[in-house]
């Protein structure tokens, strides 16, 4: 790859893809209607689906609907988009149903205490996920995994091997579909799993707007109070934990930032870790991802729109973040540098270890070491970005993230300052 191309000049569907897109395509040109989704039909359906029609406390319909309409009159979706759209909602109506049915089966769920979770907050991109992926290797602690959060039900062991295996069909199939994502984010089925699809099920959740240009529906979505979200997101966690549980949860999601107070009133005793990274390599990083996301169910992507959005949506959230975060007693938060992260995650994982007062055994310790070394030499050179390519002012970009950087001493420019403070984290 010539050293001046990015991942994201590089991504483009595959053959078999682009195919099956341009039939759709023709179709429409054609006039040939297409079948609009319908929260009432998809609703009907899953309950024929599943012989079940008990979805549980809390509204969902709204969201639901919001979501759809969205989708069909802004995503311009392609066809995999569609069909994907209208999979994807199916199995989250089905999973909301069948875990009401257990919750109802098992009464020990409803009685599961989540205590002292610790939440991986930061930048998007500012390496929480490899942070997730370390501290999931101790056996004190739990965290939800793909396969589990995507067929959580039964809560039990019962046909685990395969659920693993239906999980890592569908990991397969998204990797075939969008190939360059692998370089960008890790996609598997026994990996640790972000809290935004905890949420999904409320309809109030991050991921769908990670998936799809949602602009409605996100406007919708910034304005609800988050608390049905996290209640649930609270419910999930109880079904994983019958099955395997462990002394504390690990958890992880940088949209946390946007909601600390509501949070913070469901889980009243949460430890944090917040992972700092230089403002403007981070937005690069998300808004390269997202663009490649959104390419795999829409043809119509425009880069530099998923970067506004990316610079307004974290700049606000990490002002709102800073400003609530006092009320967080210093020994239930941890910073951690995205440089320190990167040239010595150890280091990283002892800091937060001390910070907490936790032991982390030699035996632990090796398995983090050996997870690391199987991890690709330029794994950091997989995924290569450059701002400019997003159309952003600099400056007046950088001036949003400024207050942020004077208080944690980052650089607040591009990647060509952004290791200026390697090793060293400075709190103002």
Same mark, same amino acid.
Do not use: N
């Given at each position: 790859m010539n050293s001046s191309t990015t991942t994201l000049d590089q991504t483009r569907p595959i053959l078999p893809v682009r195919l099956l897109n341009g039939c759709r395509s023709l179709l +429409?040109?054609? /006039?040939?209607?297409?079948?609009?989704?319908?929260?009432? +039909?998809?609703?009907k359906t899953a309950k024929r689906r599943c012989g079940l029609d008990d979805f549980g406390g809390g509204d969902f319909f709204e969201g639901l609907s919001r979501l759809i309409d969205s989708c069909q009159r802004e995503s311009q979706l392609n066809l995999i988009g569609r069909i994907?759209?209208?999979?994807?909602?199916?199995r989250t109506l089905c999973s909301r149903l069948?875990?009401?049915? +257990?919750?109802?089966?098992?009464?020990?769920?409803?009685?599961?205490?989540?205590r002292d979770p610790l939440f991986i907050v930061g930048l998007p991109r500012s390496g929480t996920t490899l942070l997730h992926t370390l501290l999931a290797l101790d056996p004190e602690h739990r965290v939800p995994l793909t396969w589990e959060v995507m067929t959580p039900s039964p809560p039990t062991g019962d046909n685990e091997k395969r659920r693993i295996q239906r999980a890592i069909s569908s990991c397969n199939c998204f990797n075939w579909l969008a190939p360059t994502f692998r370089q960008v984010h890790p996609v598997g089925a026994e990996l640790p799993q972000e809290c935004v699809s905890l949420m999904a099920p409320t309809f109030m959740s991050d991921q769908f707007d990670a998936m799809y240009y949602v602009p409605s529906y996100r406007a919708w979505f910034f304005r609800q109070d988050l608390r049905p979200a996290y209640e649930y997101h609270r419910r999930f966690l109880q079904h994983l934990q019958v099955r395997r549980c462990a002394r504390r949860w690990v958890l992880k999601a940088p949209t946390h930032m946007f909601a600390l107070p509501t949070l913070l009133d469901v889980y009243p005793d949460a430890l944090f870790v917040q992972t700092h990274r230089a403002p403007l390599d981070a937005m690069a990083s998300v808004s390269s991802l997202i663009t490649i996301l959104? /390419?795999?169910?829409?043809?119509?992507?425009?880069?530099?729109?998923?970067?506004?959005?990316?610079? +307004?949506?974290?700049?606000?959230t990490l002002d709102r973040f800073l400003q609530e975060r006092g009320r967080l007693a210093e020994h239930r938060i941890c910073d951690v540098n995205y440089v320190e992260i990167r040239h010595d995650p150890l280091v990283a994982v002892r800091r937060i270890y001390a910070h907490f007062g936790w032991s982390l055994s030699q035996k632990v310790e090796q398995r983090m070491r050996r997870a690391l070394a199987s991890r690709p030499e330029d794994r950091y050179k997989l995924h290569r970005y450059d701002l400019s390519q997003f159309g952003v002012q600099e400056a007046e970009s950088a001036a949003r993230f400024a207050a942020y950087c004077d208080r944690f001493g980052l650089a607040v420019g591009r990647k060509r300052t952004s290791?200026?403070?390697?090793?060293?984290?400075?709190?103002?």
């Open positions: +429409d040109k054609g /006039r040939i209607p297409r079948t609009p989704i319908r929260a009432v +039909d998809l609703i994907v759209l209208r999979a994807d909602l199916m069948f875990m009401q049915r +257990d919750r109802k089966a098992h009464p020990g769920i409803a009685r599961q205490e989540i959104r /390419r795999v169910f829409s043809d119509a992507v425009d880069p530099q729109t998923v970067c506004r959005e990316a610079i +307004d949506y974290w700049s606000k290791s200026a403070r390697a090793g060293k984290f400075v709190k103002r």
